[in-house]
């Protein structure tokens, strides 16, 4: 019994049913004109006009509901007073030929709907609320009549008024229930996502994440080959500090460069994550192009961590262009990155060739217990290093070896499609 008139109790039941009497309001103004050809053929017989007057009152409520405005409107305000899960409207105008504009009769058909139970909440509501006040005292000398099973009964005055009043009320609040009710009902059905707007969502989702993932690559891969090399050259440096004067403050100028870099790297990841206020003021942030070109500077500044790196080269990697030279740049520098800080502190051997149908990258160092230097011993890991490298190589239709190559060398290669540029 108390959970049946839970939904009496609720504040939402009596906003969702004013939502209903706002509709049937609003399309007051709406038949002033379905009026117009009424007045216009007086001749015709009543139910004629009735029937008339009907149909271009619907058709005027159903043309508003065309609207796009309409639609916005109804979602957010079913959202707010219903409250119902509806996504928004997608912004974009569907081509006339797609099936998304065939489904547009779906909000002027939800209006008139919304307008018809409106008007028939409105008016029974209306009633039960006035036969509540005015039994009980005889207000008006109402009077009610009740007719069961070919027994009829009237109610005049005494205690069976004020019974009669408040069954009224608790009519008239079930009235708002029901009302609400089919109002939730039909909201997520008519004015709830399409086809075409789900699969636009569904893209916009794809695009966020692919760009999430992105961005995560960027950072790992630079800021922390960043905070890689430079903990080990300011380890190098406090230990040469008193030695080797000259060796530590190039260890400190790397440590300045490659704090620059991976500020333009930053910069660039939180001008991406502010996009939408850059798109409004008109602005951008433009990337920072990190090429195969840039790869002596990327070795000189592992140089200064103390580590031995050799680079050996084939074709003319300056020839391969765009997207393919920023990746395979970014390759070599997690390689890079992995071979610092799991490495023996041995050679670090750098193999980049560019063919005529492939580009080959290979970094290949030592394993084994780390030396007894300045230098950490360990670093922490993410684990997100090799499955972000195998996903940048497979978007590039490539393909990647990463495991140990003999007993004491481990070695990462990385085989890319490429055309080169003339």
């Known amino acids: 019994m108390i959970k049946a008139l839970r939904p009496l109790l609720r504040r939402s039941t009596y906003t969702g049913a004013l939502f209903a009497y706002a509709a049937a309001l609003a399309s007051l103004p709406l038949l002033s004109f379905a009026l117009l050809p009424a007045l216009a053929w007086r001749s015709a017989p009543e139910g004629v006009l009735f029937g008339v007057v009907l149909v271009v009152w619907a058709a005027l409520i159903a043309l ?11 979602v957010l305000a079913a959202r707010r007073l219903l409250h119902v ?27 008139l709907l919304h307008v018809t139970v409106g008007w028939t909440g409105a008016l029974a509501s209306g009633l ?14 109402a009077e009610l009549a009740l007719s069961l099973f070919g027994r009829s009964t009237r109610v005049t005055g005494g205690w069976q008024s004020w019974a009669a009043a408040l069954g009224c009320l608790l009519l008239a609040a079930v009235v708002c229930v029901l009302v609400t009710r089919a109002l939730r009902w039909s909201a997520p059905r008519l004015l709830g996502p399409s086809t075409a707007e789900r699969l636009a969502l569904a893209a916009e989702r794809e695009r966020r994440l692919a760009e999430r993932n992105r961005l995560a690559h960027e950072l790992h891969d630079s800021i922390g080959h960043t905070l890689t090399t430079t903990t080990i050259q300011a380890a190098v440096a406090g230990e040469l500090m008193s030695t080797d004067p000259v060796a530590a403050r190039a260890a400190l100028r790397s440590i300045e460069e490659s704090a620059r870099a991976a ?32 790869l002596p500077e990327l070795l000189e500044r592992v140089r ?10 084939s074709g003319d990697p300056a020839r391969v262009r765009g997207t393919l030279s920023r990746a395979a740049y970014r390759i070599v520098q997690e390689g890079l990155t992995n071979a610092v800080r799991h490495g023996s502190g041995g050679p670090i051997t750098v193999r980049v060739a560019a063919g005529p149908d492939a580009l080959e990258l290979a970094v290949v160092n030592e394993t084994g217990a780390a030396p007894r230097t300045g230098r950490p ?20 239709h490539g393909e990647i070896d990463a495991g140990p190559d003999g007993p004491r060398h481990w070695r990462l290669a990385v085989r890319l499609p490429v055309r080169l540029s003339a």
């Open 304 to 313: 200064h961590t103390g580590a031995v790196v050799e680079w050996e080269r």
């Open 64 to 74: 508003v509901g065309l609207a796009r405005t309409t639609r916005r409107v109804l």
């Open 377 to 396: 011993r360990a670093f922490p890991t993410s684990g997100h290093g090799l499955p972000g490298l195998a996903e940048r190589v497979r978007l590039l």
């Open 263 to 294: 500020l333009e790297d930053l910069d660039y990841v939180l001008g991406v994550l502010r996009e939408r206020e850059a798109e409004k003021a008109g602005t951008g942030t433009a990337a920072p192009i990190r090429t195969l070109a840039d």
């Open 128 to 141: 039960l609320l006035f036969l509540a006040v005015a039994l009980p005292g005889g207000w008006l000398r």
């Open 85 to 111: 899960v509806l996504p928004a409207p997608s912004a974009a105008r569907p081509p006339r030929t797609s099936p998304e504009a065939g489904q547009r009769w779906r909000t002027p058909l939800w209006l």
